[in-house]
């Protein structure tokens, strides 16, 4: 499967945990994309990755969230002391925009529930 | 702030029959459109796209058509299929993708 790969599909944890994500994504796509999505609302993007470096970030991403992608290649993201309102669908994509008009490629996502 | 914009949360077709999705957006220097479908328990899995300069993409049962002037592109499918149903966002290319909140199709069979 070539595919990009989110782990874990679903994490339950208690308000105030810290919870972690890896994304591995297509091995010939430099850029990576983290984007959350709730019910009834399309994804939300909150940062993105060209290789090793953080290029963007949206303002959605508190400082309670931190992204890394150390190697260029898979991607972490981290959320501290989480909310409720942290409770959603995180998703990654990843990209090649030098092949053709760029297109993401989404994983299937990792659901996050806090009680 | 919402620049792409699904107005139709959910829209019921007959099989056999064209499916019409919607979608709005408010910034005229998006460059590139597209369109992915998304099953419940899945990430979205993309469908087609159209870049600015062309009014017109069509693959297979699927075409998406896109008015500058009105800021509007919309997604044709037909002949539509139960296998259709699904969520749809559309997205619009700029220095970020920027996605619609979606639209529920039900193919009826």
């Known amino acids: 499967d070539t595919g990009v790969s989110q782990n874990p599909r679903h994490k339950i944890t208690k308000r105030g945990q810290n919870v972690t994500f890896r994304c591995d994504p297509i091995?010939?796509?430099?850029?990576l994309y983290w984007y959350r999505q709730t019910l009834g609302q399309g994804p939300e993007f909150l940062t993105y990755?060209?290789?090793?470096?953080?290029?963007?970030k949206s303002r959605l991403l508190s400082d309670r969230f931190s992204a890394e992608r150390p190697k260029g290649s898979f991607s972490t993201l981290e959320i501290q002391r989480t909310e409720q309102g942290d409770s959603a669908m995180y998703l990654c994509?990843?990209?090649?925009?030098?092949?053709?008009?760029?297109?993401?490629?989404f994983g299937s996502g990792t659901q996050l529930s806090v009680l | 702030d919402q620049q792409v914009k699904q107005n139709s949360p959910s829209l019921s077709v007959q099989e056999g029959r064209i499916s019409i999705l919607n979608c709005d957006y408010t910034n005229s220097m998006f460059d590139y459109f597209l369109w992915y479908k998304k099953y419940p328990a899945e990430g979205p899995t993309f469908l087609i796209s159209i870049s600015s300069i062309k009014d017109k993409n069509e693959d297979g049962r699927f075409t998406v058509f896109l008015n500058k002037s009105a800021k509007h592109l919309s997604l044709h499918i037909v002949p539509s299929q139960p296998g259709d149903s699904a969520v749809y966002f559309c997205?619009?290319?700029?220095?970020?993708?920027?996605f619609g909140t979606g639209t529920s199709l039900t193919v009826i069979p």
């Open positions: 997205a619009a290319s700029g220095n970020q993708f920027y």
């Open positions: 091995s010939e796509h430099n850029r």
């Open positions: 990755f060209q290789n090793e470096a953080q290029l963007e």
């Open positions: 994509a990843s990209s090649h925009p030098g092949l053709g008009s760029e297109k993401l490629f």
